[in-house]
T-cell receptor
């Protein structure tokens, strides 16, 4: 019974396309996050939502738009994909802001 | 300069050895310190966290925080091949959900049987 599930696991797409990544958590956590992990394994926060409300919005291009229909779901839509968007995107959830539970990641490759 | 610095390794040690992993940081507002383990093609998983300075032990793992030196460590005793993974330190100024975790770049560890 997966705690934080992301779909799809792999995404290969051409430059200029629009794509979405979905995330769901069944832990009852109030806060959800999107992190980007680059090729050097550096994890950087993009967004966080607390009970459907946007809390953290780091310096991320406007092409990235998160949406949280309810506190168990946080989706990420990316417009006009660029080569530099290639990375692994992790969704996570937390109740206490410290012990994150991460999903297994979505490996995005833009060609 | 990054807020959190971590030697990326790779670090290879023989099975049974004691492993020492470290991070330094520059932001004195950090109060909570965490270690995550990430296996290949998986998401990071929380190993342990500590608040402020001091030591915390959990089985074969010991976390140490020295806020005066802005230095944290994770020790793994009796290392096993299953400990082979990337270890990421992470820090936060509070335990509120509206505060982000700042991660180190991770150290890739291999335990040689």
């Amino acid at each position: 019974d997966t705690a934080v599930s992301q779909t799809p696991k792999y995404l290969v797409t051409q430059m200029g396309n629009d794509k979405s990544i979905k995330c769901e958590q069944n832990l009852g956590h109030d806060t959800m996050y999107w992190y980007k992990q680059d090729s050097k394994k550096f994890l950087k926060i993009m967004f966080s939502y607390n009970n459907k409300e946007l809390i953290i919005n780091e310096t991320v291009p406007n092409r990235f738009s998160p949406k949280s229909p309810d506190k168990a779901h946080l989706n990420l839509h990316i417009n006009s994909l660029e080569l530099g968007d290639s990375a692994v995107y992790f969704c996570a959830s937390s109740q206490d802001g410290l012990g994150y539970t991460f999903g297994s990641g979505t490996r995005l490759t833009v060609v | 300069q990054k807020e959190v610095e971590q030697d990326p390794g790779p670090l290879s040690v023989p099975e049974g050895a004691i492993v020492s992993l470290n991070c330094t940081y520059s932001n004195s507002a950090f109060q909570y310190f965490m270690w995550y383990r990430q296996y290949s093609r998986k998401g990071p998983e929380l190993l342990m966290y500590t608040y402020s300075s001091g030591n915390k032990e959990d089985g074969r793992f010991t976390a140490q925080v020295d806020k005066s030196s802005k230095y944290i460590s994770l020790f793994i005793r009796d290392s096993q091949p299953s400990d082979s993974a990337t270890y990421l330190c992470a820090m936060s100024g509070s335990n509120f959900g509206n505060e982000k975790l700042t991660f180190g770049t991770g150290t890739r560890l291999t335990i040689i049987p």
